[in-house]
């Protein structure tokens, strides 16, 4: 029996969540690599409207500058000690590149949020809900925004602008995320909720 839940859509001021799209992951060379075309594509379109409307843009890496930081999850999936300090598969993907003040938060587990700087940023720039995109589905897009909830953050995933390198484990995820955590949308249906947010900033500025 499915449990019931309401769909919330986004409120305010929305910040957009970029996870881990960087050369490491999006680059198929890449041990930690995948054929993410169709996840890029989807997050420049979302990149596109929020600083069109200059709305807040967070990206997050991973970077790990010690030996003992996330030493247990790293003896588990080894081909993670790639993603050194200096190292192309640590850079957000080039098509994707911050803008200057588009914050890189680096993190060495599967959240966003954990042992890092992104709920302190996202409180600085008064954000009210997030649209979130990112590799991989399964991983740290499913625990960021698992933690989005618990940060509560109105959240939807972009059901276009994620991906996995297992589409079982992808399309198992996105169910069972809406199910219980966020709104797993389509593009153009976040799209819409967006530019009904800007239209709705904009009449509020012109009444002011």
């Not at 709305?55 to 030996?67: A, E, G, K, L």
């Not at 200096?86 to 890189?104: I, N, Y």
Request: charged letters at 20%; one cysteine or more; glycine letters at 6%.
């Amino acid at each position: 029996m499915d449990l019931q839940r309401n769909q919330l859509g986004l409120v305010g001021t929305p910040g957009l969540l970029l996870i881990d799209m960087i050369e490491g992951f999006t680059d198929p060379s890449c041990p930690l690599g995948s054929d993410s075309e169709r996840a890029v594509a989807a997050a420049a379109e979302l990149l596109a409207l929020f600083r069109a409307n200059h709305w807040p843009v967070f990206f997050t890496t991973v970077i790990y500058r010690q030996p003992d930081q996330a030493r247990v999850f790293r003896q588990r999936v080894p081909a993670l000690n790639v993603l050194t300090p200096g190292s192309r598969w640590v850079q957000v993907d080039s098509r994707l590149a911050p803008l200057a003040g588009e914050r890189v938060i680096e993190k060495h587990w599967a959240s966003g949020f954990f042992k890092t700087e992104l709920a302190e940023q996202l409180q600085l720039a008064a954000v009210d809900s997030l649209v979130i995109g990112g590799l991989t589905t399964s991983g740290c897009v499913r625990a960021t925004a698992v933690d989005a909830l618990q940060h509560d953050y109105y959240s939807v995933v972009v059901e276009e602008a994620v991906g996995d390198r297992n589409l079982q484990a992808h399309r198992a995820n996105l169910f069972d995320m809406h199910a219980k955590y966020v709104d797993v949308q389509s593009l153009a249906q976040t799209v819409k909720q967006l530019n009904q947010l800007a239209a709705a900033a904009g009449a509020t500025l012109e009444q002011a």
